[in-house]
């Protein structure tokens, strides 16, 4: 039997947590006519052979190549119509493949859906989970690349709670949940290798875009629930490459404006003139919980005290990213010109 949906995990050092993701995939309601393909993307464990065992298709690359490399090798080693990608720590449930399955329709080239974090045994995992970042991006970020329209919109999710409607059109899918019609992955490139951690996801859809191929469409049923709990460097460390990917993404396209958050400035100011003002110093301390309301509404809605710090990570994570951004822009500033692409 052809499969109808092929599933690719590509994954790196994975052998502790790529079973629970390939038992997941296996309970699929779409039994048969599902096929998994891992992409083994240079481990040093045995993430190859405990895929292996399984019976699913396995290529290793030998050395790491980066995340949008090893999704393109199982792209092209897909043999169903449409592929689906998914991390080594995500479980989706049952019907998720059948979900996305069922968001295809003419002119929609991708589907995905939204990620939601489990709930962590410590702070920064509860963290993770009030704080889900992983979301498909709203299809507001196609009406202007204006900075003033993109800080509006910065605020709005600051201040408001979004809802999940059962289907909308976004602007780019979440990379741990998505989904893509091979051919017309097949006829942009793929993914470009250069990204290998952050903003391949945007990239690629501004290509499809450009071919007129670019509708991507977020169902609610085909939810992902995923497992991170980071060590309080792991989850800086990811917002620096984060930073990179946007830098890179950022030089690719020219009328893409950078991606630098304001209030790790702000605030870094103000503590910056505490050192002469004690009254100045207090603002710096107590502006994030303002700055980030997410921590109030949730020491409150959530009877969660323990909410009120994360503004302060939060304006951490922003900070990092930040200094991501501008090493990755020096870094990257004559890449594209140099290689014309």
């Not at 329709?105 to 991708?110: A, I, K, N, S």
């Not at 950022?250 to 004690?278: H, M």
Request: charged fraction near 20%; glycine fraction near 10%.
């Amino acid at each position: 039997m052809v499969p109808e949906f092929t599933a690719v995990i590509s994954s790196l050092d994975g052998a502790h947590r790529i079973g629970r993701a390939l038992d997941a995939l296996a309970a699929q309601t779409l039994g048969s006519r599902i096929e998994v393909i891992v992409v083994d993307d240079g481990s040093a464990d045995d993430t190859a052979e405990i895929a292996q065992a399984r019976g699913v298709k396995v290529i290793r690359h030998e050395r790491n190549q980066g995340v949008s490399a090893a999704r393109n090798t199982g792209m092209r080693a897909a043999t169903a119509p449409v592929v689906a990608f998914l991390d080594d720590d995500c479980a989706p449930p049952p019907h998720w493949a059948e979900a996305l399955l069922g968001g295809y329709e003419d002119g929609v080239t991708g589907v995905g859906g939204p990620v939601v974090p489990t709930r962590g045994r410590g702070y920064l995992g509860r963290f993770v989970e009030r704080n889900n970042r992983h979301q498909p991006q709203e299809l507001a970020l196609t009406v202007s690349a204006a900075l003033p329209y993109r800080f509006y919109l910065y605020l709005r999710r600051q201040w408001t709670v979004p809802e999940t409607p059962e289907r909308q059109d976004v602007h780019a899918l979440t990379g741990s949940n998505m989904s893509f019609r091979v051919a017309a992955m097949l006829e942009v490139g793929g993914f470009d290798p250069r990204f290998r951690f952050g903003a391949e996801e945007e990239d690629l859809t501004r290509r499809l875009r450009g071919l007129g191929n670019g509708r991507m469409v977020s169902v609610r049923d085909a939810c992902m629930p995923y497992t991170y709990e980071p060590s309080a460097r792991d989850l800086l460390r990811r917002s620096v490459r984060y930073g990179r990917g946007n830098a890179l993404h950022y030089c690719k396209w020219p009328e893409v404006r950078p991606t630098l958050f304001p209030w790790p400035f702000l605030v870094g100011l103000l503590l910056s003139a505490g050192t002469l003002n004690i009254g100045l110093a207090l603002a710096g301390l107590l502006l994030p919980l303002v700055l980030y309301p997410g921590g109030v509404r949730g020491a409150k809605t959530l009877r969660s005290p323990e909410a009120l710090l994360d503004p302060y990570v939060r304006l951490a994570q922003e900070a990092c990213e930040n200094f991501g951004f501008l090493q990755g822009a020096w870094r990257y500033r004559a890449y594209f010109a140099a290689s014309g692409a």
